[in-house]
Structures are given as C-alpha cells and as structure tokens.
C-alpha cells in the first residue's frame, strides 16, 4: 500500500493506515564462543586467506565490505592500528592491530605495494560473494546444521564475526562506550544491546538474590 501511494497508482486515503504493525524481532544475537572461535580456526587451518579474513573480523569488529576494502596503506604496523572504511555510515575510523594479527600480516607486507588489498584472490580485491562462497559452508557445517534459513537470531553468519567481537568486548569488562567506539556505532542504543552481557549487568546479583 504505501508502494502505491508513494508511485501514485493508489490516490484514495490509506486504509490501513491505523493498523497496527506489529515487529518481528529478529535481530541477530548469535556470537561465537572462545570454544567455537577455536573449532573454526582448526576447521580453516589450510586456507590461509579465509583465515587472514576471520582473524581481521575477530580482532577489529569490521563490516564485510570494511574487511575487504583494507589497503597496505591503511595500516600502521608500528603504532598497531588500521584506517576501516565503514561503508554502511559513510566514514572512517580506527581498529587496533593484535600482536597475533601482526605476525600474520608482516611478512606478507613485504611483497604489497601501498594501494595492494590485504585480502587479495591472485592480488586483486575480493567479492562479498567471493568470501561468502567460500565461507558460508563451512559457517554452516560447523554451527548451523539444524537451524532453518530464516532463523536469524541463531544462524551462525559473516556477521556474526562482528557480533562475536564486540560481545566478548563486553564480557570482559570493556566500557559501553569503549564497545560504541571501537564498533564505530553512531547510536549508543545499538551498542547497548551488549550490556548485557558486562560481568556487572546484574546477573550475580539474581543468582545470589535468594541464597
């Protein structure tokens, strides 16, 4: 119906317009415990490139198309941080290098130029559907066996990664607004969902409430 009011193919008053609508939450909350980060690097022990990729999603919390657009020139090896492109906000901002991610990447610094992409198929940027192809069943074989496509809270997905790092941010303590920054996340709110998770998000105080 708004369709058409929006391409005027409909120019009577909207009937539905003191309808209800009522959400589907369907927000991912998924995130890959220290265990199952364990299980997938094993699984991608001889694919050097996927695990390059994991390992950047892990360590920065960036976007698919952030990932895949890293240049040599964006990283600092010595000060330990990285220029991400945030296509999804339009801007740019810092993640931190990990000493076990800097090990990965140094010695292929070596042969890149500057404009190089670090993820790189034969020295040319990849494909959000080059990486989902090669990725996504092996997300599916470890984790998503006997879920449904359209279960979205628990799917194990690319995202995920990104949901992953900031979830662990949270669990060990990290402050809300440390999590919001490194995230990158315009709207508090949508950092706040971690919360939960922080070791003083309440839950020992319930365990313990009756004891």
Known sequence: MDYGL????????NPTIK???YGIDNSRERFLT??????LFDRLQDKELLTLFVK?????GARLKG?????????????????INDFKTKSTYKAFLTDELKSLIVNKFDDLNQNDFVISLNGT???????QSRLKPILDELFNEELKDEDR????VIHTLRHTFASHLAINGTPIYTIQKLMNHRDIKMTLRYAKLAPDSGKDF????YR
């Open 56 to 60: 950047f999603a892990l360590t920065t």
């Open 206 to 209: 319930v365990n313990h409430l």
């Open 67 to 83: 990932l895949l657009a890293i240049q040599k020139k964006d990283i600092d090896i010595t000060h330990g941080f990285i220029n």
């Open 125 to 131: 940027q990849m494909t959000d559907r080059q990486i």
């Open 34 to 39: 220290k265990g199952e980060i364990e299980i």
């Open 19 to 21: 309808v209800e609508r």
């Open 6 to 13: 929006k391409e005027e193919l409909y120019n009577q008053q």
């Open 153 to 156: 809270k628990n799917r194990v």
